[in-house]
Nanobody, 119 residues
Framework: QVQLVESGGGLVQAGDSLRLSCAAS????????MGWFRQAPGQVREFVAA????????HYGDAVKGRFTISRDVAKNTVYLQMNSLKPEDTAVYYC????????????WGQGTQVTVSS
């Protein structure tokens, strides 16, 4: 069973940077797409970023383009989300996700990590 474990969340000030990590286990991820979603209190879940495991192509939600960067380390089975120029509206629980077929249907979700950005 695929497991995704996030780490790296915390409390930062506006303008700061933070890097989230997602350690993936329990499978081989060739052909997968990996990504991040977030959900703020009272808000709908929002797509943040995704990356194809094999070739590393990336896709970003409009709210984070130019500020966030997703990457992966195939040897470590880890996906990263580098978040720069953080804003208070980036405050949310961030979830690591995995899509077995690259069809934007996310089969596996991590437990989430809280990111809080103070103004």
């Amino acid at each position: 069973q695929v497991q995704l474990v996030e780490s790296g969340g915390g409390l930062v000030q506006a303008g700061d940077s933070l890097r989230l990590s997602c350690a993936a286990s329990g499978g081989t991820f060739s052909g997968y797409a990996m990504g991040w979603f977030r959900q703020a209190p009272g808000q709908v879940r929002e797509f943040v970023a995704a990356i194809s495991w094999n070739i590393g192509s990336t896709h970003y939600g409009d709210a984070v383009k130019g500020r966030f960067t997703i990457s992966r380390d195939v040897a470590k089975n880890t996906v990263y989300l580098q978040m720069n120029s953080l804003k208070p509206e980036d405050t949310a629980v961030y979830y690591c996700v995995a899509d077995r077929t690259g069809s934007s249907v996310y089969d596996y979700w991590g437990q989430g990590t809280q990111v809080t950005v103070s103004s």
